[in-house]
């Protein structure tokens, strides 16, 4: 049985990171794309370098050819511009878009039966892009936002309340935005409502809600407070490492629950759109959607998420994408 293809499309800051991290979990043999020549080569080449110190028998290659991801399982997308000074929204999704619209072209030519991950910016407009282009079937296109929104809001909530972040659960739902949704009411430690633990610590509920509206409100701006703080360019250990947790459950058949930016088909009242929501990941990419019972107010948050998310794509269908 031959081992996985892994293509990481994009070499940049995350595809390097996706790149090693991939070989020591060793998920299969990997290919760096980029359009930049010889950079893929010498990344790859750096981490390949390392495999007898890591124990890692996956192969590496870096380039440039496109007929190098040939018959690949598994593409995961990072190529694009992050945002520079002076560079509009609309800049981004013009400039994100074109490049898009070339990957996605290759991959539809070159690994028609992949399952992939896109990550580039701005995340739900590129994946509804990068569907629209190859055609392939909702199960096979999904998008990176949740995973890492939901363990940036289990960390901050780990930090508050001293505990091991690997028994705290909490989930973001909703676009990869300011609008995305932390769902504060689902969030536990093993079972336990953080909202409860909260309370317990402070034994004074107003004050439990301003610590909860804080780590919120962190959670949605987690990515600008990296950014602001690299100085160049934006947070990229972290996207990988929810990108590979992603790929893995696909590639070992996990059936993960995990939050997920998936085309929606009349779930949570929306038809036709990317959103981050629950989806069972396995063999077959998105194998199911759950809809999570929301009350009223995470209602709102959510249909005020969604709403942002069509915004975004009819901005860029107005840009003529
Ligand atoms: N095909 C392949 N790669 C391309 C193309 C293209 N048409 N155009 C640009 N690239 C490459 C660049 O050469 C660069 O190496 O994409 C890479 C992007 O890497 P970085 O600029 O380091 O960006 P990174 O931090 O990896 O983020 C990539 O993910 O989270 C999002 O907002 C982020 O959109 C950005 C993307």
């Known amino acids: 049985m031959s081992r996985k293809k892994i293509a990481l499309i994009g070499g940049g800051q995350i595809g390097g990171v996706l790149a090693q991290l991939a070989a020591l979990r060793q ?12 950079m893929p080569v010498g990344k790859t080449l750096d981490i390949a370098e390392a495999s007898r110190i890591d124990g890692f028998d ?34 981004l999704l013009t400039t994100n878009a074109a490049i898009i619209k070339s990957v996605a072209e290759n991959v539809k030519q070159y690994a028609p039966n992949a399952i992939c991950i896109i990550i580039s910016n701005p995340l739900d ?47 973001v739902l909703g676009g990869h935005g300011d609008t995305m949704v932390p769902l504060v009411r689902y969030a536990n430690v093993n079972g336990i409502p953080a909202m409860e633990m909260i309370e317990k610590k402070y034994n ?41 947790q992603m790929a893995e459950a696909i590639l070992n058949d996990e059936k993960r629950l995990l939050p997920v930016c998936a085309l929606l088909n009349g ?13 069972i990941l396995g063999a077959n990419g998105v194998e199911g959607i759950f809809e999570v019972t929301l009350n009223n107010e995470e209602k709102a948050l959510m249909d005020n998420s969604v709403k942002a998310v069509t915004n975004l794509v009819a901005d860029m269908e107005r840009l003529g994408l």
């Open 27 to 38: 998920l299969g043999d990997v290919v760096l794309f980029d359009i930049v020549q010889d």
């Open 58 to 91: 996956s192969h590496l290659k870096g380039t440039s050819d496109y007929k190098d991801i040939e018959n690949a399982d598994i593409i995961i997308v990072t190529a694009g511009l992050p945002r520079k000074p002076g560079m509009s929204r609309d800049d």
């Open 125 to 171: 407009a590129m994946v509804t892009l990068f569907k629209k282009v190859t055609g392939f079937p909702a199960n096979r296109v999904m998008g990176q936002s949740g995973v890492l929104d939901s363990s940036r809001f289990s960390s901050f909530i780990a930090w508050e309340l001293g505990v091991s972040v690997k028994d705290v659960n909490a989930m």
């Open 204 to 244: 004074d509920a107003t004050k439990a809600k301003e610590v909860m509206t804080k780590i919120v409100d962190r959670t949605k701006q987690a990515g600008g407070e990296v950014v602001k703080l690299l100085k160049t360019g934006s947070a990229f250990y972290s996207p990988a490492t929810a990108a590979i």
């Open 267 to 279: 779930e949570y009242g929306c038809n036709g759109y990317y959103v981050g929501v629950p989806a």
